[in-house]
T-cell receptor
Framework: GAGVSQSPRYKVAKRGQDVALRCDPISGHVSLFWYQQALGQGPEFLTYFQNEAQLDKSGLPSDRFFAERPEGSVSTLKIQRTQQEDSAVYLC?????????????????FGPGTRLTVL | KNEVEQSPQNLTAQEGEFITINCSYSVGISALHWLQQHPGGGIVSLFMLSSGKKKHGRLIATINIQEKHSSLHITASHPRDSAVYICAAPDMRFGAGTRLTVKP
């Protein structure tokens, strides 16, 4: 596709359920980022991949959050035993290269996000 | 305290007005992103700049690395400019955003 896509666009989960959010980056993009955006706030960094390597996961809020990108393209963000505070929009972005200083030095292309609501 | 701060948080303008949104940061950076987020969540990268000024259409972004400050200006604002404008440091620390509403 022409841009970054994410699925599902909306997800409603009961507290305690596991969810999996998918990101399809722009083909050929080396870097992939996951962000969490709470209502009325700016995005907060979760994790960053360069190809299949997860280079930074410092933003993951707990060990219930897990991300993978096994073949260096599609990525999945998994949240286990969801809690109400996990309700947010989860944004994925990709970038053509890793940059000389790791994440962030090159333009990022954002997906539309997945809005997760945990009841 | 957020390391990247924006002001104002909310801004309402009449069509045609000149808009300024400010971003200041407390950490040393060498570049800054300006992003636009429309209702529904889609984010578009507007500028990445490391010095001076960049212009794209009616949008102008300036940065002073030494003073740790950047501004985004919109000339001849239009209702379609209504969106949240976010500044972000290179390691993707984001400001909370400025919600701009331009009324016809």
């Amino acid at each position: 596709g022409a841009g970054v896509s994410q699925s599902p666009r909306y997800k409603v989960a009961k507290r305690g359920q596991d969810v999996a959010l998918r990101c399809d980056p722009i083909s050929g993009h080396v870097s992939l980022f996951w962000y969490q955006q709470a209502l009325g706030q700016g995005p907060e960094f979760l994790t960053y991949f360069q190809n299949e390597a997860q280079l930074d996961k410092s933003g993951l809020p707990s060990d219930r959050f897990f991300a993978e990108r096994p073949e260096g393209s599609v990525s999945t963000l998994k949240i286990q035993r969801t809690q109400q505070e996990d309700s947010a929009v989860y944004l994925c972005a990709s970038s053509p290269s890793g940059g000389t200083s790791g994440r962030g030095y090159n333009e990022q292309f954002f997906g539309p996000g997945t809005r997760l609501t945990v009841l | 305290k957020n390391e990247v701060e924006q002001s104002p948080q909310n801004l309402t303008a009449q069509e045609g007005e000149f808009i300024t949104i400010n971003c200041s940061y407390s950490v040393g950076i060498s570049a800054l992103h300006w992003l636009q987020q429309h209702p529904g969540g889609g984010i578009v990268s507007l500028f990445m700049l490391s010095s001076g000024k960049k212009k794209h259409g009616r949008l102008i972004a300036t940065i002073n690395i030494q003073e740790k400050h950047s501004s985004l200006h919109i000339t001849a604002s239009h209702p379609r400019d209504s969106a949240v404008y976010i500044c972000a440091a290179p390691d993707m620390r984001f400001g909370a955003g400025t919600r701009l509403t331009v009324k016809p």
